[in-house]
Nanobody, 121 residues
Framework: QVQLVESGGGLVQPGGSLRLSCAAS????????MGWYRQAPGKQRELVAD???????HLADSVKGRFTISRDNAKNTVYLQMNSLKPEDTAVYYC???????????????WGQGTQVTVSA
């Protein structure tokens, strides 16, 4: 089994910063792309940012210049540094990872349980 556990969400004022972390554990033969998605009330889940195992990153246009994604392969952890937060960034943020649990299994997509980020004065 593979688990993704997120932390770091909370309430922050506009212009503030938060750092989300997501640690993968369990059977982890290989971890490929890891990323962050978010879902605001009444909206579809959308990709915020992702990073490949070699460190190539992609960010949604709406967060470029404000958010940074990074990963520590030794710790099986992905981070999302969020600066200059806006009310429209309010959402549940989900960690996502493409993991091959063992050498004998295919690659699956796993999700964390989600962490609430609220940007409000």
């Amino acid at each position: 089994q593979v688990q993704l556990v997120e932390s770091g969400g909370g309430l922050v004022q506009p212009g503030g910063s938060l750092r989300l972390s997501c640690a993968a554990s369990g059977s982890l033969f290989s971890i490929y792309t890891m990323g962050w998605y978010r879902q605001a009330p009444g909206k579809q889940r959308e990709l915020v940012a992702d990073v490949t195992s070699s460190g190539l990153t992609h960010l949604a246009d709406s967060v470029k210049g404000r958010f940074t994604i990074s990963r520590d392969n030794a710790k099986n952890t992905v981070y999302l540094q969020m600066n200059s937060l806006k009310p429209e960034d309010t959402a549940v943020y989900y960690c996502n990872a493409a993991v091959r649990p063992t050498i004998a299994t295919p690659t699956y997509i796993y999700w964390g349980q989600g962490t609430q980020v609220t940007v409000s004065a």
